[in-house]
């Protein structure tokens, strides 16, 4: 083995005071492929005329993309939550899709126009990102690392459908 072949493996570090710092740049850069998976979701959406149809329609493409990555990339998505890290980063740009959100901001500006459109009262929008984010977080982790890995992907995909249906029907 050359000795280039066997210092490979340390240049990362080269980059990165440690271990940590360097899953935690990893991770973050996961993130983003996970913004850019729902920002393909959200342009993939026909253009609508019916304000609140189009604003139900980007909710649902927001969990779609996610639950989608989840299933398609398991391991980068796996990645994107490795590293022990609060809220503080759930805006760092470097986790941004195409469109510049984050996926938390993503979701964010999904409820922003559930609420304009009347879908959703204002009072119940202060902390809905952490509830709909766990579920559909969830749903992802027991379908990629869970009791539901062996579900088929139709029985998945209705799986998805259902839990974005039942989380649209609560936050009204």
Known sequence: MSRWCA?????????????EALMHAVALAAMGR????MDD???ALPPL????????????AVGTGYLRFA??????FRTAFYVPVDMTEAEATVSAGAGGLTPFQLLGAALDDLVAC???TSDRHPGAEFLVWSCVHGLAVLLIDGPLRGLQDTQ??????????MLERGLR
């Open 7 to 19: 210092s490979w493996p340390n240049a990362a570090y080269r980059h990165f005071p440690g271990r």
């Open 34 to 37: 996970l913004a850019r998976a």
């Open 41 to 43: 979701e959200l342009a």
């Open 49 to 60: 005329s019916d304000r609140a149809a189009a604003a139900r329609t980007r909710f649902r």
């Open 71 to 76: 299933r398609t990339e398991p391991g980068l």
């Open 118 to 120: 009347e879908l959703m």
């Open 156 to 165: 998945a995909d209705q799986a998805a459908h259902d839990l974005i249906d």
